[in-house]
């Protein structure tokens, strides 16, 4: 018998993923059954649990794949010199999530999916160790940045880098929970709000 190749498995398993958030994102994670999405992705029963033995790890697999794409883009942001400014960073990471790394979503309905995700972590103790875990991967790889911008001379070091980190771990989520609930929040919304936050004189201010 043939071996299959590494490239037909992921591609297999990414298929996998695509349709299980396609069908998560239309009907809800507890709406959703596995045959519906079963039915979704157009393969049988045992193709997909050959990777995924149920509903938990299908979410718990997308939930990792969103987190590792946006700890990357900020990894590689604090290896750049200089370093992207924060606008421009969470406008390219948002743009990312929601054009590329998303299974092809449209933009609303994969801030609603990553919203759900984040609800499911209060009831779901698996779910939430993997957030918990992401998140920490991204609060260490945001403190690189800042010590980055420090090293550019772009930030004072008064402020606890985790503090920055976190700071803007929120920002991003707030955008994301923004589309969402209402849908037509642009990146450049985000992207001019910041900058123009970034260019206030707080010597005016005192």
Request: glycine share 10%; charged share 25%; hydrophobic share 45%.
């Amino acid at each position: 018998m043939a071996r299959v190749s590494q490239e037909h498995l992921d591609a297999r398993r990414r298929q996998i993923l695509s349709g299980a958030a396609h069908c998560f994102a239309r009907n809800g994670f507890h709406s959703a059954s596995m045959q519906d999405v079963l039915k979704e992705v157009g393969l049988s029963a045992g193709a997909v649990y050959r990777y995924f033995a149920g509903k938990e790890d299908l979410i718990a697999a997308i939930a990792d794949e969103a987190f590792g794409g946006i700890r990357r883009a900020f990894e590689e942001a604090a290896e750049s010199t200089p370093p992207p400014t924060p606008d421009v960073l969470l406008g390219r990471v948002l743009r990312g999530v929601f054009e590329g790394q998303m299974y092809g979503l449209e933009r609303r309905a994969c801030a609603a999916l990553v919203v759900q995700v984040w609800a499911e972590t209060l009831r779901n103790d698996r779910l939430s160790e993997t957030l918990g875990e992401g998140y920490a991967g991204m609060r260490v790889a945001w403190a690189k940045l800042v010590e980055a911008y420090r090293a550019a001379g772009l930030m004072p070091s008064g402020v606890p880098a985790d503090d920055v980190a976190r700071t803007l771990i929120a920002t991003a989520q707030g955008f994301i929970a923004q589309e969402a609930l209402f849908g037509g929040v642009e990146p450049e919304v985000l992207e001019n709000g910041l900058r123009a936050l970034m260019s206030m004189d707080l010597q005016k201010i005192s």
